[in-house]
């Protein structure tokens, strides 16, 4: 039977890292902040959790070190766009593209190695269920997201930051505060996410390992729209299409052609929600008129 219990464990595995980053660029979104750096920092975040899960026995401080990594890594994007007014794109793909050459080249320094790295002393994230702990509590920060933007002040304040900065600063209210903290903590779910991927759905590291996962992410924020459930739904989605790719690797299809079933699905989405809301602005602007 195709699909089974087993295609969606497979599908909730893959889920998880796509939505601990697509929850922090969400947090971005809300706050004016468009992040595509996701990739960097969670890429950056895997190399950091297997480094600290290797020297020191731990698992659990491979999360924290990974989550406190892309965290001090997302500072780039936050001193570059926020503070100094660059342009949050290029910034985004320049980190992208950094922490690729850095944990490439981190991997042959610390490791000696190249390609792949994987000991058999190397700890992983325990399972539950099947699962490990991050990518319950990946849900659970879905909830707490939707009620802080929905219902809490600190979320009121960070979409009217997002929304009109200007008129948030004269009811006292910092952008630049809110902006920082929304980078900061789109880090730390970044980091997040790549320990759960290099610990929790494997438990290895090996070079550019996230392989468009950051991407998606965005993409799975465009499609959500920036709300917590609509990322969550986004998210399932592609969890669902790299499953199924992994599914059919085992009924004899080519595997360049199986991988690349979750950005056929991602290509897919981004044409029909486009050609979706190029439908509505005629009837809406005929209603107007």
């Known amino acids: 039977m ?5 295609l969606l464990m497979s599908a909730l595995r893959a889920l998880t890292p796509i939505l601990l980053a697509a929850l922090g660029g969400a947090i971005c979104e809300r706050a004016g902040v468009f992040n595509i750096g996701l990739e960097g920092m969670m890429l950056l975040g895997c190399f950091t959790a297997v ?9 659990w401080l491979g999360v924290l070190a990974a989550a406190l990594a892309a965290a001090a890594y997302s500072l780039i ?19 992208n593209l950094l922490a690729v050459g850095l944990t490439s080249f981190l991997l042959r320094t610390v490791f000696g190695v190249q390609g792949t790295f994987s000991d058999p002393s190397l700890n992983g994230l325990p399972l539950i269920g099947g699962l ?7 849900w659970l920060a879905v909830g707490i997201a939707a009620l802080l933007l929905s219902r809490h002040v600190w979320g009121l304040r960070l979409r009217g930051v997002g929304e009109s900065p200007d008129a948030a600063a004269t009811l006292g209210v910092s952008p630049v505060k809110y902006r920082y903290g929304a ?57 669902l299409a790299e499953a199924v790719g992994f ?5 004899g299809l080519p595997q360049q052609a199986t991988d690349a079933a979750p950005y056929v699905v991602t290509l897919g989405a981004l044409f029909l929600s486009t050609a979706r809301r190029r439908r509505r602005t005629p009837s809406s602007s005929g209603a107007v008129s």
């Open 183 to 239: 980078v900061l903590s789109s880090g730390v779910l970044c980091g997040l996410a790549g320990a759960q991927l290099a610990l929790g759905n494997v438990t290895l590291f090996t070079e550019n390992m996230t392989a468009g996962r950051g991407w998606i992410a965005v993409v799975a924020v465009m499609l959500g729209r920036a709300l917590p459930v609509g990322v969550l739904l986004a998210a399932l989605l592609f969890g």
């Open 247 to 251: 599914r059919l690797q085992g009924v």
């Open 51 to 59: 480094a600290t899960s290797w020297f020191t026995g731990s698992a």
């Open 2 to 6: 195709f699909f089974d219990s087993d």
């Open 132 to 138: 490990s702990p991050l990518a319950y509590l990946s």
């Open 77 to 95: 994007l936050a001193v570059g766009a926020i503070t100094l007014k660059g342009d949050a794109v290029v910034l985004g793909i320049a980190m």
